[in-house]
């Protein structure tokens, strides 16, 4: 900040000495204490340094290590979620908590999208067996506008709501919404609309532990973005449990 001109303090914003970087990385006594809460490793939230000089903000050294905590598990959930799903199931990768996804019944691709000029925006859900064949699919959309994390979250919670009943066995529901799995590994509330849809989504999911929710990249969930983009044209939900040619 210095070297673009902002005229601010260079001292530490928790003790007052002389700050570098090893200075806001390891030998705050701010810094120390949540170290040894945490009994070793070496990430900061950076944010926390930013709400204290910004927002005159102060956070205990036991928040700033359940944030630690939190950052750490989202980043391990997201990444455990490894490669692509395709329709012939090769490079699909071992989901979490799932010992062998050969025995899944259950492959749910979810997208959402917004018609702006329509002031609607919808979603699109596409199932897939074991063996990567079609079973059903479903689309709908909503009047009004959302942002579109809200959109994404919301076809995913559809998504919940309409396949859950339907099969009992072991599922996966894809979204390529990274934000999405990431906050739905998250220990922490989210009071904003996004996240009480998310808490919306737990508690589908809550006693369910054979059914999870993972990344996705764009080009794999192709079928569920095409479904979402055309999920205007009908007057109400629509569903198909035969394969559709869009």
């Known amino acids: 900040m210095l070297q673009r001109h902002l005229n601010i303090c260079v001292n530490c914003v928790h003790c007052g000495a002389a700050e570098d970087v090893d200075h806001a990385l ?112 479903v689309s709908g959309h909503f009047v009004g506008r959302c942002s579109a994390d809200v959109v994404e979250v919301v076809a995913l919670r559809e998504a919940l709501t309409w396949v859950l009943p339907l099969c009992h066995g072991r599922r996966v529901f894809y979204s390529d919404a990274q934000n999405i799995v990431s906050a739905m590994n998250s220990f922490y509330d989210n009071w904003t609309e996004f996240g009480r849809v998310i808490l919306e989504c737990k508690q589908l999911l809550r006693a369910r532990p054979h059914v999870k929710v993972c990344w996705v990249r764009r080009q794999a969930n192709v079928e569920a973005h095409t479904l979402t983009r055309v999920s205007h044209s009908y007057t109400s939900r629509c569903s198909w449990d035969s394969p559709l040619t869009l």
């Open 26 to 137: 390891i030998f705050c006594p701010k810094v120390r204490s949540m170290w040894a809460r945490w009994g070793g490793g070496s990430i900061v939230r950076e944010g926390a340094r930013n709400d204290r000089l910004w927002a005159a903000k102060r956070y205990s050294s036991f928040t700033l290590y359940h944030m630690a905590l939190g950052y750490i598990n989202d980043w391990q959930q997201v990444n455990m979620t490894s490669s692509v799903p395709s329709r012939s199931g090769e490079g699909r990768g071992v989901v979490e908590g799932l010992s062998d996804e050969a025995q899944l019944d259950w492959l749910c691709f979810v997208d959402g999208a917004t018609f702006m000029e329509r002031c609607l925006y919808g979603y699109g859900v596409v199932c897939q067996d074991g063996e990567d064949n079609f079973v059903r699919a």
